[in-house]
């Protein structure tokens, strides 16, 4: 039987045999398709937040959903699409739309957090670590943005347990530049802080031995770094916290400089030390004495007399403490002007010597020259308080008065600041020197509602909790705002800072 030449079939291998060999090349350049569009959408969606103006209530609402959508629409497509590109064939493309659908899904994140939607939070997190398999920052952050939402829904269980995770999965707590995570590597003392404002001293206790059981291996396995350095004023930070002050010295003497010397910030913290905790004064003054044999910067120098002078007062060597402030007002008239804190320990000494009317000028200074101040805020109470003692009632209840005017403008003219916080705790404080147990815990609650996330705020839910509990006899209000406590989210760089004028206060 003769063959004949067939052109229908000829085209048909031809082109079978061209889809064969192309489809290497389809297939990748499908894969750069998905990548490319899904960069499109976010990229589109930044754009909008961009250029979003919100103008009123209403169209920020719009706005806000507009972005969600946007956002939304990013992520559905990396996920609809991210089975189509395999690990094992396209590791390139399939990083980057991971990474394209995490920064979508982190500003969702943002959107719900700030709206207090954290079930939102939550599901958003959790279906972006189904998807994928984030690694370094982008699983880091993921995780920690769970952990967050869990602990603001009332889940600190949950949420320290991711902590741990957190932990555990980034040791050692560097990034691969070798930079420390501050983050993870202060997780640790907060998780400690957390159960303490809670009352839960228990668990906290367990969470001492854990946190000491992993700074010290982090010492023994990095030595000679700086990742061990942050671990050994960490751990001292902890040592500080349970008042074991001779642990917390001994690690904060390994803390030395180029010279084998204990540096510099090391020295000023043990000196706090022996101020606040072991009230061993005339091994602070020597520590103070030696940095200022050895320091030439004239930006430290008032510094550090200024808190040698302080040394001096809780030694009730007044004249001293007062000759140092002094000094520091003569010489270093720049620092002087910048910092309440001498002229406070200046009135205070005339007031421990007992010369009141001195004394009561210098506070009257205080107020007029650093108004802004704590140290000012805290000096009309001072005044009143004298008066109260004397049962002065009219010069009292005069100067009880003209403080909360004082703090009440202070919170009216620098409202959202620093400065409105410190006024109203101050109110609070007013109130709970006069047994106004009631307007207490009101300012207290307001402190905390007007700056929720500011250790200003926590503590005033705190005193506020204290009072209902022990002065109002109102347990369930008490346990309600303890359980609200327990949804505040800590400051993530918390680490060693141990401060005598902070930590101190008169």
Known sequence: MNKHFNPVFCIAAFLLSLVVFLSPGCSTEKSKSIVFEAEKLYHQAEKLRQKSDVKSEIEGREIINQLKDAYFKTTGFCWENIDSLPLEKYPEERKRLQSVGFMAANRLTQIYSAEKKYDSVIFVANQLLYFTDLEGVELLTTRFNLARAYQSRGNLTDAVDIYHSLIDTFYPPVTEQNEIIAMVLNLPLQIIRTYRIVGQDSLATIENGIAEEYYKRLIEDWPNSDLEMAAIGNLARLYYDLEDWDKAIEQLSLLTDSTGLIDYEASMMIAG????????????IR?????????????????????????????KDYEKCRQIMSSISDDYSYFYQKSPIPQKYFALCFDKSGDWNRAENEYKWLIDNYSVSEPAFDAHLTIAEHYKKLNNKGLADSWYRRADEFYNTMASRYSNTRIEASAISYLAESARRRNMWDQAAKYLEELHNRFPTTEHGRRGLINAAAIYREKLGNSARADSLVELLKRELLPVDEGKSIDIITENNK
């Open 273 to 284: 030390i022996y101020i606040n905790g072991k009230k061993n004064y005339n091994n602070a």
């Open 287 to 315: 520590i103070f004495d030696d940095l200022l044999s050895r320091v030439n910067d004239t930006t430290i120098i008032p510094d550090i007399l200024m808190r040698k002078g302080i040394a001096y007062f809780e030694k």
